[in-house]
Protein backbone atom coordinates (compact mmCIF):
# COMPACT_ATOMS: atom_id res chain seq x y z
CA UNK A 1 0.00 0.00 0.00
CA UNK A 2 0.64 3.35 -0.69
CA UNK A 3 2.32 3.87 -4.11
CA UNK A 4 2.78 6.86 -5.70
CA UNK A 5 3.34 7.51 -9.22
CA UNK A 6 4.92 10.07 -11.88
CA UNK A 7 4.54 9.74 -15.52
CA UNK A 8 6.51 11.04 -17.52
CA UNK A 9 10.45 9.15 -15.74
CA UNK A 10 12.10 10.83 -18.26
CA UNK A 11 11.59 13.71 -20.62
CA UNK A 12 13.72 15.51 -22.85
CA UNK A 13 12.70 18.59 -24.78
CA UNK A 14 13.40 21.74 -26.24
CA UNK A 15 14.29 25.61 -24.52
CA UNK A 16 10.87 27.72 -24.39
CA UNK A 17 8.44 24.43 -24.17
CA UNK A 18 6.37 23.66 -21.92
CA UNK A 19 6.22 19.72 -19.92
CA UNK A 20 3.59 18.57 -17.26
CA UNK A 21 4.51 16.07 -15.00
CA UNK A 22 2.16 13.56 -13.61
CA UNK A 23 1.93 12.40 -9.99
CA UNK A 24 -0.64 10.21 -8.96
CA UNK A 25 -1.47 7.97 -5.69
CA UNK A 26 -2.73 4.28 -6.47
CA UNK A 27 -3.74 2.95 -3.55
CA UNK A 28 -4.74 6.18 -1.13
CA UNK A 29 -6.30 9.58 -1.45
CA UNK A 30 -3.88 12.19 -1.06
CA UNK A 31 -4.72 14.97 0.76
CA UNK A 32 -1.33 16.67 0.60
CA UNK A 33 1.14 16.65 -2.79
CA UNK A 34 4.77 17.68 -2.50
CA UNK A 35 6.77 18.77 -4.83
CA UNK A 36 11.00 18.21 -5.00
CA UNK A 37 13.52 19.37 -6.82
CA UNK A 38 17.27 17.54 -6.61
CA UNK A 39 20.19 18.54 -8.23
CA UNK A 40 23.11 15.61 -8.84
CA UNK A 41 24.63 14.54 -5.91
CA UNK A 42 22.45 16.89 -3.40
CA UNK A 43 19.57 16.54 -1.02
CA UNK A 44 16.24 17.06 -1.92
CA UNK A 45 14.65 20.91 -2.28
CA UNK A 46 11.20 21.18 -1.07
CA UNK A 47 9.73 23.56 -4.19
CA UNK A 48 6.01 23.34 -3.33
CA UNK A 49 2.85 22.18 -0.90
CA UNK A 50 -0.29 21.63 -2.79
CA UNK A 51 -3.41 20.43 -0.50
CA UNK A 52 -6.05 19.13 -3.23
CA UNK A 53 -8.66 21.75 -3.84
CA UNK A 54 -6.56 25.01 -3.05
CA UNK A 55 -3.62 26.58 -4.26
CA UNK A 56 -0.01 25.45 -4.06
CA UNK A 57 1.99 27.01 -1.28
CA UNK A 58 5.56 27.81 -2.61
CA UNK A 59 8.94 27.54 -0.86
CA UNK A 60 10.57 30.85 -0.73
CA UNK A 61 12.68 31.39 -4.65
CA UNK A 62 10.79 28.98 -6.41
CA UNK A 63 8.70 31.12 -9.40
CA UNK A 64 5.37 30.63 -8.80
CA UNK A 65 4.48 30.93 -12.61
CA UNK A 66 7.68 28.64 -13.70
CA UNK A 67 6.39 26.22 -12.02
CA UNK A 68 2.40 25.54 -12.29
CA UNK A 69 1.25 22.89 -9.66
CA UNK A 70 -2.44 21.55 -10.05
CA UNK A 71 -3.86 19.45 -7.20
CA UNK A 72 -7.39 18.79 -8.45
CA UNK A 73 -8.15 15.65 -7.48
CA UNK A 74 -7.39 13.39 -4.55
CA UNK A 75 -5.17 10.89 -6.90
CA UNK A 76 -3.37 13.48 -8.93
CA UNK A 77 -1.52 16.50 -8.93
CA UNK A 78 0.96 17.88 -12.00
CA UNK A 79 3.76 19.81 -12.16
CA UNK A 80 4.14 22.07 -15.46
CA UNK A 81 7.37 23.18 -15.71
CA UNK A 82 6.47 26.79 -18.42
CA UNK A 83 8.91 28.27 -20.91
CA UNK A 84 11.61 25.53 -19.34
CA UNK A 85 15.44 26.95 -19.95
CA UNK A 86 18.44 24.45 -19.67
CA UNK A 87 19.05 25.28 -16.28
CA UNK A 88 15.38 23.92 -15.42
CA UNK A 89 17.04 20.66 -16.05
CA UNK A 90 16.95 18.55 -12.84
CA UNK A 91 15.56 15.35 -11.36
CA UNK A 92 11.83 16.29 -10.14
CA UNK A 93 9.94 13.79 -7.38
CA UNK A 94 7.06 14.64 -5.92
CA UNK A 95 5.55 12.77 -2.94
CA UNK A 96 1.83 12.59 -1.08
CA UNK A 97 0.19 11.94 1.80
CA UNK A 98 -3.33 10.87 3.18
CA UNK A 99 -5.62 11.38 6.36
CA UNK A 100 -6.03 7.59 6.98
CA UNK A 101 -4.04 4.09 7.25
CA UNK A 102 -0.31 4.14 6.35
CA UNK A 103 -0.16 7.48 4.59
CA UNK A 104 -1.95 9.41 7.47
CA UNK A 105 1.57 10.77 9.13
CA UNK A 106 4.42 10.12 6.19
CA UNK A 107 5.07 11.23 3.06
CA UNK A 108 5.25 8.50 0.20
CA UNK A 109 7.22 9.42 -3.05
CA UNK A 110 6.89 9.03 -6.64
CA UNK A 111 10.21 6.85 -8.24
CA UNK A 112 10.98 10.83 -9.98
CA UNK A 113 11.03 12.51 -13.53
CA UNK A 114 14.64 13.12 -14.72
CA UNK A 115 13.99 16.66 -17.19
CA UNK A 116 16.20 17.14 -19.34
CA UNK A 117 16.00 21.04 -21.64
CA UNK A 118 17.91 21.05 -24.75
CA UNK B 1 15.94 27.15 12.98
CA UNK B 2 15.28 23.94 11.98
CA UNK B 3 17.91 21.43 10.60
CA UNK B 4 19.17 18.01 9.97
CA UNK B 5 23.07 17.41 9.80
CA UNK B 6 24.74 13.94 7.96
CA UNK B 7 27.77 14.23 9.04
CA UNK B 8 29.07 11.66 6.43
CA UNK B 9 28.72 12.31 3.27
CA UNK B 10 30.38 8.94 1.48
CA UNK B 11 30.66 5.66 3.68
CA UNK B 12 32.40 2.69 2.33
CA UNK B 13 32.09 -0.63 4.47
CA UNK B 14 32.57 -4.40 3.53
CA UNK B 15 29.53 -6.83 2.67
CA UNK B 16 28.55 -8.41 5.72
CA UNK B 17 30.28 -5.54 8.07
CA UNK B 18 27.63 -3.61 10.56
CA UNK B 19 26.47 -0.16 9.99
CA UNK B 20 26.12 3.07 11.65
CA UNK B 21 24.64 6.15 9.42
CA UNK B 22 24.35 9.47 11.82
CA UNK B 23 22.07 11.72 11.75
CA UNK B 24 21.92 14.86 14.35
CA UNK B 25 18.71 17.06 13.93
CA UNK B 26 18.06 20.71 15.83
CA UNK B 27 14.61 21.07 16.34
CA UNK B 28 12.33 22.83 19.33
CA UNK B 29 9.78 20.22 19.83
CA UNK B 30 10.13 16.56 19.78
CA UNK B 31 10.12 15.59 15.85
CA UNK B 32 8.74 13.05 13.54
CA UNK B 33 12.05 11.38 12.52
CA UNK B 34 12.73 9.47 8.99
CA UNK B 35 15.09 7.40 7.18
CA UNK B 36 14.66 6.87 3.45
CA UNK B 37 16.93 5.41 0.90
CA UNK B 38 17.29 6.48 -3.02
CA UNK B 39 19.27 3.77 -5.69
CA UNK B 40 20.16 5.66 -8.11
CA UNK B 41 17.80 8.11 -10.35
CA UNK B 42 14.70 5.79 -8.15
CA UNK B 43 12.36 8.01 -6.04
CA UNK B 44 13.32 7.49 -2.09
CA UNK B 45 11.80 4.69 0.06
CA UNK B 46 10.94 4.66 3.33
CA UNK B 47 12.98 2.29 5.83
CA UNK B 48 11.61 3.00 9.18
CA UNK B 49 9.93 5.98 11.16
CA UNK B 50 9.62 7.31 14.73
CA UNK B 51 7.03 9.64 16.55
CA UNK B 52 6.85 8.76 19.90
CA UNK B 53 6.77 5.38 22.12
CA UNK B 54 10.04 2.53 22.07
CA UNK B 55 12.92 4.63 21.52
CA UNK B 56 14.72 1.91 18.70
CA UNK B 57 12.89 1.24 15.98
CA UNK B 58 12.39 -1.74 13.53
CA UNK B 59 12.41 -1.21 9.96
CA UNK B 60 12.74 -2.51 6.34
CA UNK B 61 15.28 -4.72 5.02
CA UNK B 62 17.19 -5.49 8.34
CA UNK B 63 17.40 -1.56 9.35
CA UNK B 64 17.17 -0.20 12.65
CA UNK B 65 17.30 3.53 14.28
CA UNK B 66 17.67 4.66 17.59
CA UNK B 67 16.23 8.18 18.97
CA UNK B 68 18.19 9.59 21.31
CA UNK B 69 17.01 12.91 22.59
CA UNK B 70 19.53 14.00 24.95
CA UNK B 71 22.15 13.83 21.86
CA UNK B 72 19.16 14.70 19.40
CA UNK B 73 20.33 12.30 17.01
CA UNK B 74 18.07 9.45 15.39
CA UNK B 75 20.80 6.79 14.09
CA UNK B 76 20.36 4.06 11.63
CA UNK B 77 22.57 0.85 11.95
CA UNK B 78 21.95 -2.39 10.32
CA UNK B 79 24.00 -5.51 11.83
CA UNK B 80 25.89 -6.86 8.60
CA UNK B 81 25.17 -4.76 5.03
CA UNK B 82 24.05 -6.55 1.83
CA UNK B 83 25.76 -5.44 -1.55
CA UNK B 84 22.16 -4.18 -2.38
CA UNK B 85 22.34 -1.63 0.24
CA UNK B 86 24.40 0.24 -1.65
CA UNK B 87 22.86 3.73 -1.79
CA UNK B 88 21.91 7.30 -0.78
CA UNK B 89 20.50 7.19 2.34
CA UNK B 90 18.41 10.76 3.94
CA UNK B 91 17.58 11.26 7.52
CA UNK B 92 14.61 13.74 7.50
CA UNK B 93 12.67 15.52 10.24
CA UNK B 94 9.16 16.51 10.15
CA UNK B 95 6.70 19.01 13.20
CA UNK B 96 3.97 17.21 14.27
CA UNK B 97 0.74 17.80 11.86
CA UNK B 98 2.36 19.50 9.51
CA UNK B 99 4.56 16.85 7.49
CA UNK B 100 6.62 19.26 5.82
CA UNK B 101 9.94 17.51 5.74
CA UNK B 102 13.88 18.68 6.37
CA UNK B 103 16.31 16.41 4.72
CA UNK B 104 19.58 16.21 5.50
CA UNK B 105 22.10 16.23 2.68
CA UNK B 106 22.30 12.66 1.98
CA UNK B 107 24.93 9.99 3.26
CA UNK B 108 26.29 7.36 0.14
CA UNK B 109 26.88 3.97 0.90
CA UNK B 110 29.43 2.01 -1.19
CA UNK B 111 29.74 -1.62 -0.19
CA UNK B 112 32.56 -3.57 -1.11
CA UNK B 113 32.63 -7.26 -2.07
Known amino acids: GAVVSQHPSRVICKSGTSVKIECRSL??????MFWYRQFPKKSLMLMATSNEGSKATYEQGVEKDKFLINHASLTLSTLTVTSAHPEDSSFYIC??????????????FGPGTRLTVL | AQSVTQPDIHITVSEGASLELRCNYS??????LFWYVQSPGQGLQLLLKYFSGDTLVQGIKGFEAEFKRSQSSFNLRKPSVHWSDAAEYFCAVSASGTYKYIFGTGTRLKVLA
Open chain 1, 95 to 108: SAKGTSGRAADTQY
Open chain 1, 27 to 32: DFQATT
Open chain 2, 27 to 32: YGATPY
